[in-house]
């Protein structure tokens, strides 16, 4: 479980096949505190660490990540946006996070505002029951609000501090954004459509 709230940015230093799974690299601040077996959120992505070495870590993502996540399109020195699991006892700034992304979504438009970014994406319209206008949503690990929210569009604003210690000040119009929508509505709609 994550908050969506960006605790360091990752480099990525590998990426090799091994059958139809990714292993990588990543080079993190963190890495001399991470253990065997931890959860990691990679913009977004959850993925366990499951070798050490120096300021390194591997993980390695399965043919299902590779399909729902934009994790194919990662480049070696790319940055990334990394959170460590949420530990018990600690604040919860964000919302509540799997790091099991829903999909991706292309960014449709980057404005710079007075103080601030504004940035809007657009997503396959099967989705759109999971995000209300005012609520949670997680882009490429990030807890952010949307709003004007449409079928297939929403936007985020994105303040100072998030876009100078986040992929935020990385991301161009045309790229493609892991989505992770909020647990909580996932549930509400399943049960919804299980009272029918």
Known sequence: MFTGIIETLGTVK?????????ELWIE???TQELQIDQSVAHNGICLTVVEILDK?????????????TN???????????LERALKLGDRLDGHFVQGHVDTTAGCTEIK???????????????FAPLIIEKGSICINGV????????????????IPYTFEHTHFKNL???DEVNLEFDVLGK?????????K
């Not at 390194?56 to 729902?68: G, N």
């Not at 952010?144 to 994105?158: G, R, S, W």
């Open 28 to 30: 993190a601040p963190f």
């Open 172 to 174: 161009r119009k045309g």
């Open 112 to 126: 710079q505002l007075t103080g601030s970014w504004l940035y809007e994406f657009e997503f396959s319209k099967e």
């Open 14 to 22: 590998s990426i090799t096949y091994s059958g139809t799974n990714l």
């Open 56 to 68: 390194q870590y591997r993980v390695t993502a399965v043919k299902e990540t590779i399909e729902k």
């Open 143 to 158: 807890s952010l609000t949307a709003f004007n929210v449409k079928k297939k569009k929403f936007a985020v604003t994105i």
């Open 187 to 195: 549930y509400f709609l399943r049960k919804a459509i299980l009272e």
């Open 71 to 81: 994790i194919i399109d990662w480049k070696v020195e790319d940055l990334i946006n």
